[in-house]
Nanobody, 122 residues
Framework: QVQLVESGGGSVQAGGSLRLSCAAKNTYGDMCIGWFRQAPGKEREGVAAIRTRSNSPFYAASVAGRFTIAQDNAKNTVNLQMNNLKPEDAAIYYC????????????????WGQGTQVTVSS
């Protein structure tokens, strides 16, 4: 059973930075590990994802150039470095894992973490 635990959420002012971590256990194959977010009243959206074996990242246009997803193989984590945060980035961020084709589509992911809150004040 794949297990995912997120950490690193918090509150920051616009323009600031946060780093989210996803501790992933029992992943297999060339799984995708993705970060999704959901703000109140909005649909869940894919933010960034990476293939664990090929190490290929993919970003939503809204975060490209500001967010970086990377694996830390020594710690079995997938980290999301978020820079130049904007108020519209505020949401609950979820880590997910799956054998995906479309890396930012939530229905491609079978395993989900509990989520971590990110608040960005203007």
């Amino acid at each position: 059973q794949v297990q995912l635990v997120e950490s690193g959420g918090g509150s920051v002012q616009a323009g600031g930075s946060l780093r989210l971590s996803c501790a992933a256990k029992n992943t297999y194959g060339d799984m995708c590990i993705g970060w999704f977010r959901q703000a109140p009243g909005k649909e869940r959206e894919g933010v960034a994802a990476i293939r664990t074996r090929s190490n290929s990242p993919f970003y939503a246009a809204s975060v490209a150039g500001r967010f970086t997803i990377a694996q830390d193989n020594a710690k079995n984590t997938v980290n999301l470095q978020m820079n130049n945060l904007k108020p519209e980035d505020a949401a609950i961020y979820y880590c997910a894992a799956g054998l995906c084709d479309r890396m930012l589509v939530s229905t491609e992911y079978q395993y989900w973490g509990q989520g971590t809150q990110v608040t960005v004040s203007s």
